[in-house]
Every structure is written in structure tokens, then in C-alpha cells.
């Protein structure tokens, strides 16, 4: 069995090649990243070289024509800021509608995309790293255990039963795949979450007060915020 993962070069999907390599072998995995119009190339940067430590094949894809026009704060299409709140505070408690770093229906175009290439792959399971922070108070809805599902099932049906969806973290917090890649020893200090694209971290991005909180939970210290 081979697996294809959709790995951004995050702390998530990270985690989740390392446990597809655990599971099939470095040799059964390719690991599928995405370039769709970001702001800047540093996880882009940080998958070719977790790809390399794990010796996995890796293929890329651009999609970034798909969001040309859109207003997501992440990509170069926008000229807004990204913000320096976190989800909670962004959302404000309120209403159904997503952060402004949400960038339309990527899981499903990126899900749709990796189903194609992991058939053409003679891949049966496709890994990717949704967990339940990012879809709480519906800031990424396409991060929801409902959405998985019914991706899932569509994929399953679509493929004629020949793939499946794991989302493994999918009702799990960051928390928990923190102490998932420490007991897998993911290369953590190779990853890149952060919107922005400096040297280091911003640290007040959504994405970095998740990624250190996360470490926090476990007593940790986030690897790329050591010596701040
Ligand atoms: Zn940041």
C-alpha cells in the first residue's frame, strides 16, 4: 500500500508524513505540496527539506491561478495585512464566516487534487493534517470533522473504492499532534507555520501564538522560537 500526503512543510502535515513514513515506509509515501499564490515561499522551502530528511518523493503543483482575485489575507492577491489576533479574537465569538486568512475551499480543491494524483500514483490512502483548533468557531470550516467526512466519502465513492481520506488529527487539538510528532521525532526545528515570511517567526500571527501554545502544553519550547 502507498500513501500520498498533503504536506504543506507545517507542523501538522509534518507530522502527519512522518506518520505515513512509520506506517508504509519511505519508499511507499509521496508527499504532495501545493504552491497557491502565498505571500512567500518559506514552507514551501521548509517541505523540500523534510521531504529530503525523510527521503520520500515529493511532488509539487501549482494552483495559484484558482485564487487569482481572491481577498485571503495569505496570498499576493491581497494587499490587506495579515492579522496579529488570534482566531478566537478574530472571530469575536461570532457568526459563521471564516478568518480572513481562509483561503477559499483550499482542503477540498487541495483533497480533489490529491485524489487524481494519488490514483495516477497507484496511492489507496491519502494523509493530511486538519485538527479541531483550526476548525473551531468555524475559522477554517474545511478543517471540520463534517467536511472530512463527506470529502472522504466522496473520494471513496469517486474512486471507485479505491482511496480513502486519513485525517488523523481531525478531532484532536495541536496539543496532541505536538506530542505525536515528539513520540514520532519529527524534525520540528525544519518546519515553517508562520504567515509571515522573515528570518524567524513573527511569534503574533495566529498560526505562531497556536504553534507555542502547542508546545507549551507539553512543556516544550517551539524549536524555532529557541534563544527569543
Ligand atoms: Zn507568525
Redesign the pocket.
Given at each position: 500500500m502507498k500513501a500520498l500526503v498533503l504536506f504543506s512543510g507545517g507542523l501538522d502535515s509534518s507530522t502527519c508524513l512522518g506518520m505515513a513514513v512509520h506506517k508504509y515506509g519511505a519508499e511507499n509515501v509521496v508527499a504532495l505540496s501545493v504552491y497557491y499564490g502565498q505571500k512567500h515561499d518559506k514552507e514551501i522551502k521548509a517541505s523540500e527539506r523534510i521531504a529530503a530528511y525523510y527521503g520520500v518523493e515529493q511532488r509539487t503543483l501549482d494552483l495559484a491561478k484558482i485564487f487569482e482575485g481572491s481577498d485571503c489575507t495569505l496570498l499576493k492577491s491581497s494587499d490587506e495585512e495579515i492579522p496579529k489576533e488570534s482566531y478566537a479574537e478574530q472571530l469575536g465569538g461570532s457568526s459563521g464566516k471564516p478568518v480572513s486568512t481562509y483561503v477559499p475551499f483550499r482542503n477540498g480543491l487541495f483533497l480533489a487534487s490529491a485524489a487524481s494524483i494519488a490514483l495516477s500514483c497507484g496511492c489507496g490512502v491519502i494523509y493530511y493534517g486538519a485538527h479541531s483548533d483550526d476548525a473551531a468557531g468555524n475559522a477554517y470550516p474545511d478543517c471540520s470533522e463534517g467536511f472530512n467526512n463527506a470529502m472522504n466519502e466522496a473520494v471513496f465513492i469517486g474512486s471507485g473504492e479505491q482511496l480513502k481520506i486519513e485525517a488523523p488529527f481531525v478531532s484532536l487539538t495541536k496539543a496532541d499532534v505536538v506530542k505525536k510528532g515528539v513520540e514520532l521525532g519529527v524534525p520540528f526545528e525544519l518546519t515553517w507555520s508562520?504567515?509571515?515570511g522573515g528570518d524567524k517567526?513573527?511569534?503574533?500571527?495566529a498560526?505562531?501564538r497556536d504553534r507555542i501554545a502547542a508546545f507549551e502544553a507539553s512543556g516544550l519550547i517551539d524549536p524555532l522560537m529557541k534563544g527569543e
Amino acid at each position: 500500500m502507498k500513501a500520498l500526503v498533503l504536506f504543506s512543510g507545517g507542523l501538522d502535515s509534518s507530522t502527519c508524513l512522518g506518520m505515513a513514513v512509520h506506517k508504509y515506509g519511505a519508499e511507499n509515501v509521496v508527499a504532495l505540496s501545493v504552491y497557491y499564490g502565498q505571500k512567500h515561499d518559506k514552507e514551501i522551502k521548509a517541505s523540500e527539506r523534510i521531504a529530503a530528511y525523510y527521503g520520500v518523493e515529493q511532488r509539487t503543483l501549482d494552483l495559484a491561478k484558482i485564487f487569482e482575485g481572491s481577498d485571503c489575507t495569505l496570498l499576493k492577491s491581497s494587499d490587506e495585512e495579515i492579522p496579529k489576533e488570534s482566531y478566537a479574537e478574530q472571530l469575536g465569538g461570532s457568526s459563521g464566516k471564516p478568518v480572513s486568512t481562509y483561503v477559499p475551499f483550499r482542503n477540498g480543491l487541495f483533497l480533489a487534487s490529491a485524489a487524481s494524483i494519488a490514483l495516477s500514483c497507484g496511492c489507496g490512502v491519502i494523509y493530511y493534517g486538519a485538527h479541531s483548533d483550526d476548525a473551531a468557531g468555524n475559522a477554517y470550516p474545511d478543517c471540520s470533522e463534517g467536511f472530512n467526512n463527506a470529502m472522504n466519502e466522496a473520494v471513496f465513492i469517486g474512486s471507485g473504492e479505491q482511496l480513502k481520506i486519513e485525517a488523523p488529527f481531525v478531532s484532536l487539538t495541536k496539543a496532541d499532534v505536538v506530542k505525536k510528532g515528539v513520540e514520532l521525532g519529527v524534525p520540528f526545528e525544519l518546519t515553517w507555520s508562520c504567515y509571515e515570511g522573515g528570518d524567524k517567526p513573527c511569534g503574533v500571527c495566529a498560526t505562531c501564538r497556536d504553534r507555542i501554545a502547542a508546545f507549551e502544553a507539553s512543556g516544550l519550547i517551539d524549536p524555532l522560537m529557541k534563544g527569543e
